[in-house]
């Protein structure tokens, strides 16, 4: 099999393997905790900034939920990556340096 | 420490608690049967040679003949390897471990590998005679051809010139000369146009014209008509291109040959200069890469043919050609001879090439049948080559039927020292069995702590401090669970904890593939090296991690946090300043019970004394922990002065030692657990005194410098009023608390400042004063404290020294008695020459680990050094309480700095990628994820923990191994062919 599209050594490739693999996991749990609402994540949601406005209980389980979705999407992402790297890793196994 | 008496006989105590028992035995062995013996002991690895022929050089040795063969044949094999590597045959290494071959095995692989080393050499100088023809052949075959191609072009020109001769070019635009015509010219470059003008000077310097360098551009009209004559330069002593136009009979010769390409520039201009233009130099590069004809190096050379005339300048040429090592070729004047010549060339290099193949081939089947087998050679000749070393260690007999080695053997292997023995001497053949007898000795024996690949992480931390003294207990055993946790403390994160565990899972799990993988990289050999030791580390930091609820800075609440909110919901609802805060009140919002298991969560959020909380929290529990260890190793101390049987240590040193610990920083740790078991939020009354509320709970650090102060303090927290007094966290708060202080501290220092300095002092003050007045005016106290200070002082400095000089007199004494009779004497024999005489040399070489100087039965006692070790020791301990215990607090400081390192990334780094929304926001969640996660592993992995891993050694070298541990040993190092396989092998690739 020859070098198909080689942008990636095995050293490197492994490093972003494991990278995704971590990605994944980490990001599907950190959504999984977003959805269920722990509040230990609350101080990572964002409000716009006005003094006046309070974010009322609503708008606070939509924007858990929206992150949870957020963190959901990157680690759905981060599978494409893993595929990606995986192949890469496969067929690149020539080392450069 | 020290004062060990050499214990005798004992049970035998498995495990890695002490090192193992050693005893000095002595060898005999048959002369026969001694090389199987020792190849027997090698394979077993247990048993230690001591060189008994110090005194003779190694060139003096008995078997150095043997030891010489093998260097022969290693040197032979290695020429074989390199030879077999050159041709880039895969060797075959299986790694299998062959016997040690017998002596008479020996001559036969001698002179298999001289065979084959012959064998080579011979192929290997024919191959390179060949090659060497081969490429001379080449160069000549080029020179041909390239001349070919001069001489022709010269010969056209005569033709062209001849035709030409009416033209009338004006002087300007003529060409300098038109050799080769316009075309040729024109890509003729700077280079060639003065050569071209050596060749028109060089003719005119013939016609005895004068000429000057700058006529080379102002060629005169004459000169060309000259040049044109000059044409027939071609003519030499053989007139060959006979022009019978000429005028003039020029006697032009020349000499053709090779030069490197970058030489050719140099050359050029010497050629000029040396010869004043005289000779024409033509050149041309050849296409292909030659190999040079003695490096066999690929260059790039250029075929020259230079002309010129007369004996002299040829000399001069040859001269020349010389130092700028050209190969000069001779080349044939007649085109026709060229020609035959050219043929026989490539005839002879056809059969060459035949010939070459045929070597190589033979080359290659000789070392694809070397290649096999050279791998096992090597094993097989160093064996031989350590054990004839071995062998040189041995005394000999008188009668030289015998040789006697001394070793050191573990007791508990000697039955299997004693089998590899009987198994040596039955395969050698000999009748007599071999001995070994055991003797008794004074010198320390080496320490040899038995590992395996899990306790050898761990017991190399130890070792790298220092050996342990001979049967001293071992910190590997306690290491192996206090150096991983202490690390834990300060690298507590969950999140992290799980990353080195997974790597050094995967160091484990994938053990033996990257172990033949043989990487080189020096860091990854450190940290796989490591990986038992970092397996554990991960393991414990998952544990405190939990304990500390702490992943990537962020908690779980698995159980419900014992904390509710208190804050009506009317006051949550109403828009408040950003900068406010909410308060818990723990009265209102604390359940009563604790959460089940490490941190309550609500911590985690509570950002605005979260730290005060976790810092209270972390000093306390490291200040537990380091007066834990250090209690623990004092204990340990214990347990070696019992083994050593040393009273006087435990009397003076441990008791005393434990009593100073135990009056300061044990009820420290006392105060501290009690604080955290009866202050609470609420009001109480806590032994007895009215506890107002969390602002009155004592303040330890503050009150521990009240006790040495021991100043006056309020009891209880409130007046009898029942208002709350005033600094309420100062009072003391149980009944008597200032009189145990006093008695804590008293004792305390009557264990040691009064030691170290009060004890001239007060010796000197007490003196004065009872000449003076008396003691009067000294209240009933004092006296008593004086005294006792008085009393203690001399105790603890003179009473081990006192009764050490006591035990070493009556030694001295039993000595004096037994020495007529001395049995621990070794034979020696002394070799050289024909009047044999054997030498009773009495051990009286110095201990290796001879202890402090005072160990007993050694010369007299030396007062000022006990005195000297002993208040050196004592400060050290005394300072090094209160310093190591503040060095435990290393344990908060850095357990503090990893989880905010984390939280400021958490909050700086991945906390951004939360501010974006919708599909922008997971592209970034992608992105910042990926440095966060780097972050991670580089900054809070692999760069905290490489610091946690350093202090966590200086605590368990410094804080901990200081309150026991002697490391004054020396390494058992047996011999083994495992061993010293490994270490060539080791040193081979690193070459």
Not at chain 1, 31 to 52: K, N
Not at chain 2, 353 to 379: E, F, I, P, Y
Not at chain 2, 705 to 731: P, T
Request: hydrophobic share 40%; proline share 4%.
């Amino acid at each position: 099999m020859g070098k198909l599209c080689p942008l990636l050594g095995p050293k490197m490739s492994a490093f972003c393997m494991v990278m995704s693999v971590w990605g994944v996991i980490f990001l599907g749990i950190l959504g999984v905790f977003f959805y269920i609402q722990a509040v230990t994540l609350f101080p990572d949601l964002h409000f716009s900034e006005s003094h006046e406005h309070i974010p009322s209980a609503a708008e606070i389980e939509d924007k858990y939920h929206e992150k949870a979705n957020q963190c959901w999407i990157a680690a759905g992402l981060y599978l494409v990556t893993l595929i990606g790297v995986f192949w890469q890793n496969k067929y690149n196994t020539t080392q450069i340096l | 420490m020290g004062d060990y008496v050499t214990p005798g006989e004992e049970p035998a105590q498995p495990g890695i608690y002490r090192s193992e028992q050693m005893c000095l035995a002595q060898l005999y062995l048959q002369s026969d049967a001694a090389y199987q013996c020792v190849a027997e002991l090698g394979e077993l690895g247990l048993v230690q040679f001591r060189d008994l022929n110090p005194d003779v050089s190694s060139f003096q040795r008995k078997y150095v003949n043997e030891v010489r063969r093998c260097d022969e044949m290693e040197r032979k094999l290695r020429y074989l390897e390199r030879e077999i590597k050159k041709d880039q045959i895969p060797m075959l290494d299986t790694g299998e471990n062959p016997d040690a071959p017998l002596p008479r095995e020996m001559i036969d692989l001698e002179a298999t590998f001289e065979k084959l080393e012959n064998e080579l050499r011979e192929v290997n100088k024919n191959e390179e005679t060949l090659k060497k023809n081969f490429s001379e052949l080449t160069e000549l075959k080029h020179i041909l051809r390239k001349t070919q191609t001069f001489f022709e072009e010269v010969d056209h020109d005569r033709w062209r010139i001849l035709e030409g001769r009416g033209n009338s070019v004006p002087d300007d635009e003529r060409p300098l000369i038109d050799i080769g015509g316009q075309s040729d010219l024109d890509n003729i470059s700077g280079g060639d146009i003065s050569r071209m003008a050596m060749l028109k000077l060089g003719w005119r310097y013939n016609v005895r014209q004068f000429w000057h360098e700058d006529l080379i551009a102002s060629s005169e009209n004459t000169g060309m008509v000259g040049a044109s004559r000059m044409n027939s330069f071609e003519v030499d002593d053989q007139t060959r291109f006979n022009d019978d136009t000429s005028p003039l009979k020029l006697q032009l010769r020349f000499v053709a040959g090779v030069i490197q390409r970058e030489r050719l520039p140099a050359f050029e201009r010497l050629l000029w200069r040396a010869c004043r233009g005289n000779v024409f130099l033509r050149t041309s590069e050849i296409d292909d890469v030659l190999n040079d004809t003695v490096t066999g190096e690929p260059v790039n050379k250029c075929v020259f043919i230079i002309f010129f005339q007369g004996e002299q300048l040829k000399t001069k040429v040859k001269k020349i050609c010389e130092g700028f090592r050209a190969t000069l070729y001779p080349c044939p004047d007649t085109p026709q001879e060229r020609r035959e010549m050219s043929i026989g060339v490539m005839t002879r290099i056809e059969d060459l090439k035949t010939v070459l193949g045929q070597t190589q081939d033979h080359r290659h089947r000789v070392l694809v049948a070397a290649s096999k087998n050279v791998r096992m050679w090597l094993t097989k000749v160093r064996k031989i080559k350590s054990i004839y070393h071995t062998l040189n260690l041995f005394n000999i007999d008188v009668t030289q039927k015998c040789l006697i080695a001394e070793v050191w053997c573990p007791i508990a292997e000697l039955d299997r020292i004693k089998m590899a023995l009987k198994r040596g001497t039955d395969e050698s053949g000999s009748q007599v069995p071999s001995i070994l007898n055991r003797m008794e000795t004074s010198e320390a024996p080496p320490t040899y702590n038995k590992t395996n690949k899990f306790t050898k992480g761990f017991q190399n931390i130890v070792d790298a401090y220092g050996i342990a003294t001979y049967r001293e207990i071992n910190p590997a055993p306690y290491t192996m669970i206090s150096f991983p946790f202490l690390f834990a403390v300060m690298f507590g994160d969950l999140g992290h904890g799980i990353i080195m565990f997974l790597a050094a899972l995967f160091f484990i799990l994938k053990e033996k593939q990257l172990e033949a993988a043989r990487i080189k990289d020096e860091i990854f050999q450190t940290f796989f090296g490591g990986r038992y030791v970092i397996f554990l580390m991960g393991v414990f930091s998952i544990y405190t991690g939990f304990m500390y609820n702490d992943v990537f800075s962020k908690s779980f609440n698995l159980f419900g946090s014992s904390w509710q909110n208190s804050i009506p919901e009317s006051t949550l609802e109403k828009p408040l300043d950003p900068e406010s805060t909410f308060m818990l009140i723990p009265e209102l919002a604390y359940a009563g019970t604790p959460y089940p298991v490490g941190v309550d969560p609500i911590w985690n959020v509570a950002e605005a004394n979260k730290l005060s909380f976790l810092n209270s929290l972390k000093m306390k529990m490291s200040v537990i922990f380091g007066i834990t260890q250090m209690v623990f190793g004092v204990l340990l101390s214990y347990q070696n002065y019992i083994y050593f049987k040393s009273d006087l240590d435990i009397k003076y040193m441990f008791i005393p030692q434990m009593i100073f610990l135990g009056s300061i920083f044990v009820y420290l740790c006392l105060q501290i657990i009690v604080k955290w078991l009866v202050f609470g939020a609420a009001a109480d009354s806590v032994f007895g005194y009215q506890y107002p509320g969390s602002n009155c709970a004592p303040s330890l650090l503050i009150g521990l410098i009240n006790m040495f102060m021991m100043k006056d303090r309020k009891a209880g927290f409130v007046d009898e009023s029942g208002q709350q007094i005033d600094q309420c966290y100062l009072s003391t708060w149980y009944p008597g608390q200032s009189f145990f202080e006093t008695i804590f501290v008293l004792v305390a220092i009557a264990c040691v400042p009064v030691m170290l300095f009060g004890k001239p002092y007060m010796l000197w003050k007490a003196e004065k004063e009872r000449r003076e007045a008396g003691h009067q005016q000294l209240s009933y106290a004092e006296i008593v404290l004086v005294v006792l200070a008085v009393v203690q002082v001399p105790i603890m400095l003179f009473a081990k020294p006192f009764f050490l000089y006591k035990r070493s007199k009556k030694q001295t004494n039993y000595q004096n008695l037994h020495n007529h009779n001395n049995h621990d004497e070794s034979v020696r024999a002394d070799m050289n020459g024909d009047d044999v005489e054997v030498v009773h040399a009495p051990e009286t070489q110095p201990k290796p680990a001879g202890g402090h100087g005072h160990g007993h039965g050694d010369g007299p006692l030396d007062m000022a050094d006990t005195m000297v070790y002993q208040a050196i020791h004592t400060i050290e301990f005394v300072l090094g309480c209160v310093s190591h215990t503040a060095s435990y607090l290393r344990l908060w400081a850095l357990s503090l700095a990893h989880a905010q390192l984390s939280d400021v990334l958490w909050t700086m780094v991945f906390r951004q990628c939360f501010a974006a929304d919708g599909y922008l926001g997971a592209v970034l969640t992608y992105f910042i994820f990926f440095i966060f996660g780097t972050m991670s592993v580089f900054i809070l992995v692999l760069m905290e923990g490489l610091s946690a891993f350093l202090h966590a050694l200086r605590l368990h070298w410094v804080e901990f191994q200081s309150k026991f541990y002697g490391g004054l040993g020396y390494e058992f190092a047996p011999f083994s062919f495992e061993k010293i396989l490994a270490e060539e092998r080791e040193a081979e690739e690193q070459l």
